[in-house]
């Protein structure tokens, strides 16, 4: 089941249970990296602990032939176990649908040699729906956005490939500066399907340019981290992190001490100086430290979903804390 959020991006309800296992959710880019192949795949039975596909398409990786089991998870670390009714929960059931569905896997090479995993229960797989829309992640499973499947296969394929050491296709730049060319379309819960549209693409440019290290010009950029929607605001900061600008150490700082800015993007950009490794901007960051925000910031997941385990800073104050700590 999907729902429209303000944010405009859909959230994939898990199920209504009170799931009594928590765990870190990976994000994406760790999903990919730490994959062996992708590729797009269909169902041919399926239960809570095992899943069998066939290939339908071979993306990139390693070729996993034409039968595929999934049996298990390869990043999912739990912050919590519990048991109801006296019998332990690791929430550990797999989540796909039922025979004929197709999803693009990212998958990993199980110990036994024989089958295959997924990153966890709610990542490292993607719906291919019957519209030729896919349910895409481009940041972490919680924010996920719809996207046509010419558009996924073509820039999860460039990240698979960037991030194992391998080059992509030229057409990915194109796709990138093409949609970054346009103003991000203005999002509240009455999007129209076309504002949708270009909101969506212009996600998955800006998130693929981060992951690919693909570098933006920083006056294309700034529309995006002026932007009022707060999901613009964290693409537009993760793709600055890919600039090779020498300024662009000085605009995380500008972005992360502006109150006018979200605070969880003001949170993800002070992630991107430590991924940076700005540590030029310690003394700034100790100095601002002291007036930063220590209003309460989240991914937006909901207390009953089980990757509200996910490590994210409570604040920006807090975010900003622990990189000074860390650079001391």
């Not at 490939?161 to 346009?182: M, N, P, Y």
Request: aromatic content about 8%; charged content about 20%.
């Amino acid at each position: 089941m999907l729902r429209k959020l303000p944010g405009i991006f859909v959230i994939l309800i898990l199920c209504s249970t009170l799931y009594a296992a928590t765990w870190d959710e990976p994000w994406h880019r760790d999903v990919v990296a730490k994959s062996d192949a992708f590729g797009l795949y269909e169902v041919v039975s399926t239960s809570s602990s095992r899943v069998v596909f066939k290939e339908v398409r071979h993306l990139a990786g390693v070729q996993t032939g034409p039968n595929v089991e999934v049996n298990g998870y390869y990043s999912r670390p739990m912050t919590s176990v519990s048991s109801i009714n006296g019998v332990t929960d690791d929430g550990s059931a797999l989540r796909f649908r039922g025979p004929g569905t197709r999803y693009y896997l990212f998958l990993k090479k199980a110990p036994s040699g024989t089958t295959w995993h997924i990153a966890s229960p709610t990542s490292g797989f993607a719906e291919l729906r019957a519209d030729g829309t896919v349910i895409a992640t481009f940041r972490i499973s919680v924010h996920q956005a719809v996207v046509e499947s010419g558009t996924y296969e073509l820039t999860q394929t460039c990240i698979y490939r960037k991030l194992h050491g391998e080059a992509c296709s030229d057409d990915v730049s194109k796709f990138i500066l093409t949609q970054l060319s346009a103003a991000p379309p203005p999002m509240s819960a009455n999007a129209s399907p076309q504002q949708m549209e270009v909101f969506f693409r212009q996600h998955a440019a800006l998130e693929t340019a981060y992951m690919t290290g693909y570098a933006i010009a920083t006056d294309t950029l700034s529309k995006f981290l002026k932007d009022p929607d707060y999901h613009t605001q964290i693409s537009g900061v993760r793709a600055l992190r890919a600039t090779d600008s020498k300024e662009r150490n000085t605009l995380l700082m500008a972005f992360v001490s502006d109150d006018s800015r979200a605070p969880v993007a003001r949170v993800v950009a002070v992630q991107m100086m430590r991924e940076a490794g700005a540590k030029e901007l310690k003394d700034q960051l100790a100095a601002y430290a002291p007036r930063a925000s220590t209003s309460e910031v989240g991914l937006g997941i909901a207390i009953m979903d089980p990757r509200i385990g996910t490590n994210f800073p409570s604040s920006l104050k807090e975010a900003v804390e622990r990189l000074v700590k860390e650079w001391n």
